[in-house]
């Protein structure tokens, strides 16, 4: 079973950084591709960022040299740092999981709201 658990949402000003992190548990995370997605109000969920088991990552445009991903397999958690804040990066953020080895198995979290604003 896949369970993620995210953290690290809150208000920040424009300009300002926050620090998500998806914890995994019950499953050995290096099997699995990781991703972020956000939704904001109104908007459908899309994809943010994505590191597969190589540490290769990819970036939604809009977030390209201000967000970055990283997975610590040791401690079983994907971190999202994001820098440079926007207003437009206001929504609820999701990481997923994704099997390598078996398509039938993902898995979300529950979501962590990121809010900027002055």
């Known amino acids: 079973q896949v369970h993620l658990v995210e953290s690290g949402g809150g208000l920040v000003q424009p300009g300002g950084s926050l620090r998500l992190s998806c914890a995994a548990t019950?499953?050995?995370?290096?099997?699995?591709?990781i991703g972020w997605f956000r939704q904001a109000p109104g908007k459908e969920r899309e994809g943010v960022a994505m590191?597969?088991?190589?540490?290769?990552?990819e970036y939604a445009d809009s977030v390209k040299g201000r967000f970055t991903i990283s997975r610590d397999n040791s401690r079983k958690r994907v971190l999202l740092e994001m820098k440079n804040l926007k207003p437009e990066d206001t929504a609820v953020y999701y990481c997923?999981?994704?099997?390598?080895?078996?398509?039938?198995?993902?898995?979300w979290g529950q979501g962590t709201q990121v809010t900027v604003s002055s």
């Open positions: 997923h999981a994704q099997s390598l080895s078996d398509s039938s198995q993902d898995g």
């Open positions: 019950a499953f050995t995370l290096e099997n699995y591709c």
């Open positions: 590191i597969d088991r190589s540490n290769t990552a």
